[in-house]
């Protein structure tokens, strides 16, 4: 079941009290993760968060364009922030979350800047953590550098002309014996985590693009329904990131077979982004520029680097044992039934499918 809270009419812009909420609660810490400046400066390809103390890092195109698509106005923005702040204290006074200003953006810009829609979105997200253990317990890069060695993923090192980057997969390059699935939902979740800090991704999104040269049976009927159903539960309804396109290159025929199983769970909207390109690179070249694209990709940027990602995800340990590594934010608060995902026991229907859909697989295969 989808994720709910009972919908009251968004709070926008309400005028906040002279003394927050926040102010009555010393012992909370507003604060997030320190981010290494020097590991930053490594890294000088990809955009740095904002400053630990909130500073605009929007350029004048961007705010324009946060304005117009996710309806925040600059003059207002640290007071909608606020007022997120106050509704996290009254309502969960007991959820461990971060609080200051650029964390609690993410979700306002997710979320179009309304407030009930922006606290389910952040309890949400706290909820998959508590749900998931295997994914989030002690999550940090280290933990999946078998995967990033692999080349199961990496992150394009120049955005699409949208300012998107474009979070580029490859299932074919994983083998069920080689490691657990979830080791692949892991390191995409990082990745996620760590794409979502710039701001100029909070307002433009991200692009996935899937190569799925060498899938075949093993690697389409693994992860089956229901861990399909809570990964994209985690990834539409859980996380504060715009998904604005999702291009399937390369898959073979048995991806009917894959996209069945995930396409129950998609919202309408999402998927309708999917876009399958088969091995027409003149398709794939009409969505992502040429120019973007590495050489196996028909591009002009050069082979694919999966090493650059991974050394900046590694040299962001710290930053993730802070983020990840801690007591259950939700240790002690009481959420409606509602807001949880769901936990480990499929259904039987889950099951039915399951088997209905393995068939087809092999049918297609």
């Not at 997200?125 to 692999?150: M, N």
């Not at 190569?211 to 861990?227: C, E, I, K, R, W």
Request: hydrophobic share 35%; net charge neutral; charged share 25%.
């Amino acid at each position: 079941m989808k994720p709910t809270v009972a919908r009251k009419q968004p709070r926008k812009h309400e005028a906040s009290p002279s003394h927050s909420m926040a102010d009555q609660h010393e012992s909370i810490d507003l604060g997030g993760p320190t981010v290494d400046s020097s590991a930053a400066a490594v890294h000088s390809w990809f955009p740095s968060p904002p400053p630990p103390i909130y500073s605009c890092t929007l350029t004048p195109e961007l705010v324009a364009k946060a304005r117009e698509e996710l309806q925040e106005k600059p003059e207002w923005r640290l007071r909608d922030v606020q007022a997120l702040r106050d509704m996290i204290l009254k309502e969960q006074p007991n959820l461990r979350t971060r609080l200051d200003d650029a964390f609690l953006l993410r979700f306002l810009r997710a979320r179009k800047f309304d407030y009930d829609r922006a606290l389910q979105l952040l309890l949400n997200y706290h909820a998959g953590r508590k749900a998931w253990p295997e994914v989030f317990q002690d999550l940090k890069p280290s933990t999946v550098k078998h995967v990033l060695d692999l080349g199961f993923l990496t992150v394009l090192p120049r955005p699409d002309p949208n300012g998107r980057y474009i979070l580029c997969l490859r299932p074919g390059k994983w083998k069920p014996n080689d490691y657990p699935f979830v080791d692949n939902v892991r390191a995409i979740y990082l990745t996620l985590e760590k794409l979502i800090q710039p701001e100029e991704t909070q307002v433009n999104g991200i692009v996935i693009l899937a190569d799925y040269t060498g899938v075949g049976m093993s690697q389409a009927s693994n992860p089956g329904p229901f861990l399909a159903k809570k990964v994209v539960s985690i990834l539409q309804d859980g996380f504060p990131i715009r998904i604005k396109a999702v291009n399937i290159i390369n898959e073979p025929r048995i991806f009917k077979g894959i996209f069945a199983i995930i396409k129950p769970f998609l919202k309408e909207k999402m998927a309708e982004r999917y876009i399958l390109h088969g091995s027409d690179l003149r398709s794939l070249h009409r969505n992502i520029p040429r120019s973007v694209l590495p050489e196996e990709y028909g591009g002009t940027a050069g082979q694919l680097d999966m090493s650059a990602w991974s050394r900046l995800l590694l040299d962001c340990e710290e930053e993730f044992v802070v983020e990840f590594c801690q007591p259950d934010p939700l240790e002690g608060v009481v959420l409606p039934e509602s807001m949880l995902f769901e936990g480990e026991q499929a259904s039987g229907h889950d099951d039915d499918t399951f088997r209905g859909l393995r068939s087809q697989l092999y049918y297609c295969y």
